[in-house]
């Protein structure tokens, strides 16, 4: 987007703001200025009248021209094909330095004194945007002959890097209203001008029909023959606009300067239309609302000149769908442009200055209202900052926001329709920082601090995810099934099955009719599954719901193992042991840590003298045993062991690292002499009272029958904070073995 600084002063006063302070302003609030040029009018080239021209006397192709520069008349000859009597030209008067270091002296040219120079564009360092001189008018300001041309056409050109969401900045206007904010300047109030015609516009405008979905239109018409301005001219070539004919200037000027998009046409039967989906504007011919602008021009035509606006999100949506072709006004309204459809059509009638047909055809939709809570404390923390209200109100206010309602912490604000890029929040936080202006932020360290985000539901997938992480790691698989489960089935091996009012109506299929109940059938479908493809070694686990007879879900962990154990028994000259009970516990306990184990009264398939309660932090969480062998002869397998955990039986408190001890353990075996029908749990819990700090741990060793009594070699593990003596070690082992002979447990 380029803009120019004189352009930007029809609709903001800049008086006492230099252009460096604008261009800093608006590098601050987020328009990022990415060039900047100065036109300077080199010095002695004035404003001059042409009094006189006729032909060269020894020259077809030049002219001699008698010109008025306010204090002196002057004789130049001229080659320009456009020079004529009565003009107001910039004249370089003797010892004018033009740009190229070419310097105006008196000359003599074919015999004709010339004491100075009439001017093109280009030759005093303008854009090459007009043939032949340059013929200047009082567009640009009431022109003095003899006055340094500098004053009318001086100018310094900006160029913004407007991102794509800034369709409101797409306009000379929309930069003016931003700098109003960045300068805390009201913007001007324009008074447009111009004749308007009795008769009415209903008079030769006829729209046929309205079938308009997705834009607005403004209509008006407007007659006579339309004149060139240097003002228009000069200012799109300064920002780099290309016309195809004259009123097509002025349609771009004014788009330009406003940003509402425009489009002339001839007066005729008109009709707005839809087609798949897009709005079609006709009149004597046929147009996309801004994509097309085909008009004839006639020495004193009649004309229509029609104000639009189309919702941009649909705009881009449609010509991508149907492949349409786009120019800069598919760029413009893809953007947002202008929604202040009267103030783009007066600002273009004010400057084509032509008489007006009365009224206008408004064909307007209404564009939807956008009401957003904006909660201070919200702000202060998305910024980062503590913007007090007050000033957060006054930014808004600035930016053409309403306040709509403030209340104890909240601001209620509808958004200017023209802001099609604000959706929430944080683009409201955006605007606020960016006209509150970051550099009055203060800078302070980085200062991260992670929020706790976890909920019950993550804690609970983590617990879970850390369950499989260590039953893979123990060399078990994971598999997973469906929550369905054939009911038949499950009856038949004894487990309970979802009260039939409460059951599936439509099941995927009969093999699987019901909610499962256990994990273990399927379990053991996998087991003869991998046998049968000749695995010798199937260890497998699985996470999942379970329900009870009422529906109720829970989450469980089941293992089975099946075949030969993951290591090699030397005694058995190397050959893989077969997996057992014990193997099952191993495996277990390196997946949930310390377990004990208790008998276990009934389970429909485990085996009846091996089938045991899990016990963990005092707590029954599962069953652990042997498949009885009738099950698994049904299955068609061999020895299998199972275990199934109930997951919310388990304590899912964190862990904490404690420091490790320093100094060292101690080792100390004791064995004893024991009744046969004595259980190994009586005498743990005999220890186990005693509550001896520095007993960290023990367990069973070894056991020897001896008869009509074992001999069972109990291993302690003792360690303190502190190096232990000798004799402090043999009274908690004194302590330890007085505490069973008391109980009739005697050394051996």
Not at 189 to 199: H, Q, S
Not at 336 to 365: A, K
Not at 695 to 716: A, E, H, M, Q, V
Request: hydrophobic residues 40%; negative net charge; charged residues 30%.
């Amino acid at each position: 987007m380029i803009v120019t600084r004189r352009w930007l002063e029809e609709f903001i006063d800049l008086e006492g703001v230099s252009t460096k302070e604008i261009i800093n302003t608006l590098n601050r609030i987020g328009q990022e200025v990415e060039g900047y040029k100065k036109i300077e009018i080199p010095q002695n080239v004035v404003v001059g009248e042409v009094i006189e021209c006729h032909k060269h006397p020894n020259a077809d192709k030049l002219n001699v021209c008698r010109v008025n520069v306010g204090d002196e008349e002057l004789q130049i000859v001229c080659g320009a094909k456009n020079v004529a009597a009565g003009q107001l030209v910039p004249v370089a008067k003797t010892g004018a330095v033009l740009p190229g270091d070419f310097k105006i002296k008196k000359a003599k040219l074919r015999g004709v004194e010339s004491l100075g120079m009439i001017c093109a564009a280009r030759e005093i360092g303008l854009p090459d945007f007009h043939e032949g001189i340059l013929v200047l008018d009082n567009s640009l300001g009431e022109l003095n002959i003899g006055e340094y041309v500098g004053k009318y056409l001086n100018d310094e050109i900006i160029e913004l890097g407007v991102t794509a969401n800034r369709g409101d900045c797409f306009s000379v206007y929309g930069i003016a209203r931003e700098l109003s904010a960045g300068l805390n300047r009201n913007l001007k109030t324009l008074e447009f001008n111009f004749e308007e015609l009795p008769e009415g516009i209903g008079r030769i405008v006829n729209v046929l029909k309205n079938e308009a979905k997705k834009s607005s239109h403004l209509i008006k018409a407007f007659e006579g023959k339309v004149n060139p301005k240097l003002k228009i001219d000069y200012r799109l070539a300064l920002v780099g606009e290309e016309s195809k004919n004259i009123i097509d200037s002025y349609v771009k000027y004014a788009m330009h300067a406003t940003g509402v998009l425009l489009v002339a046409g001839n007066i005729g039967e008109c009709e707005l239309t839809n087609e798949d989906g897009v709005d079609i504007f006709k009149c004597y011919g046929k147009y996309l609302v801004g994509i097309k602008n085909d008009i004839n021009i006639e020495e004193n035509g009649k004309y229509i000149i029609n104000a639009n606006y189309i919702d941009p999100k649909y705009v881009s949506e449609i010509v991508f769908l149907k492949n349409l072709k786009t120019d800069e006004y598919f760029f413009r309204a893809s953007r947002g442009s202008e929604t202040d459809l009267e103030f783009g059509m007066n600002y273009f009638l004010n400057e084509i200055n032509l008489p007006v047909y009365g009224g206008e055809i408004d064909l307007s939709n209404d564009i939807p209202e956008k009401i957003i809570n904006v909660n201070i404390e919200e702000i202060q923390k998305i910024i980062g900052y503590e913007i007090d209200e007050k000033s957060v109100v006054e930014i808004l206010k600035k930016l053409q926001f309403e306040i709509v309602n403030i209340s104890d912490e909240n601001i209620k604000v509808k958004v200017p329709i023209f802001r099609s890029d604000i959706e929430n929040i944080q683009d409201i936080a955006e605007e606020v920082l960016r006209i509150y202006g970051i550099d009055k932020i203060q800078s302070k360290p980085l200062e991260f601090k992670e929020a706790d985000r976890t909920n019950e539901v993550m804690e609970e997938l983590e617990f879970e995810k850390e369950l499989k992480t260590k039953a893979v790691a123990t060399g078990f698989y994971e598999v997973i099934h469906f929550v369905f489960d054939n009911k038949e089935r499950l009856q038949k091996f004894g487990f309970d099955i979802v009260d039939e009012h409460l059951d599936l109506l439509n099941p995927i299929a009969n093999e699987l009719n019901t909610l499962r109940t256990t994990l273990l059938l399927q379990l053991l479908d996998d087991i003869k599954f991998n046998k049968a493809n000749g695995y010798k070694r199937i260890y497998l686990t699985t996470i999942g719901s379970v329900y009870d007879k009422n529906r109720n879900e829970y989450k469980k962990m089941a293992f089975v193992v099946n075949g030969q154990a993951d290591y090699e028994n030397p005694k058995n000259h190397g050959k893989p042991e077969r997996v057992d009970f014990k193997f099952l516990v191993d495996k277990i306990s390196q997946v949930f840590g310390d377990v004990k184990l208790e008998e276990n009264d009934f389970h429909p398939i485990a085996h009846p003298y091996q089938n045991a309660k899990i016990i963990k932090d005092g707590k029954p969480i599962g069953v652990l045993a042997k498949l009885h062998p009738k099950i698994a002869k049904e299955f068609d397998i061999d020895d299998t062991y199972f275990a199934e955990i109930d997951l919310e039986m388990l304590n899912k408190t964190r862990k904490l690292a404690e420091d490790i001890i320093k100094f060292p353990k101690v080792t100390r075996d004791l064995s004893l002499v024991v009744d046969k029908n004595m259980t190994y749990k009586e005498i743990f819990e005999i220890i186990n009272s005693l509550g001896i700090d520095e007993l960290k741990d023990f367990y069973p060793i070894d056991i020897y029958d001896l008869g009509d009594k074992n001999s069972l070699t109990i291993r302690f593990i003792l360690q303190a904070d502190k190096t232990l003596q000798e004799n402090e070690i043999n009274d908690i082992m004194e302590k330890i073995l007085k505490t069973l002979e008391e109980k009739g447990i005697k050394l051996r």
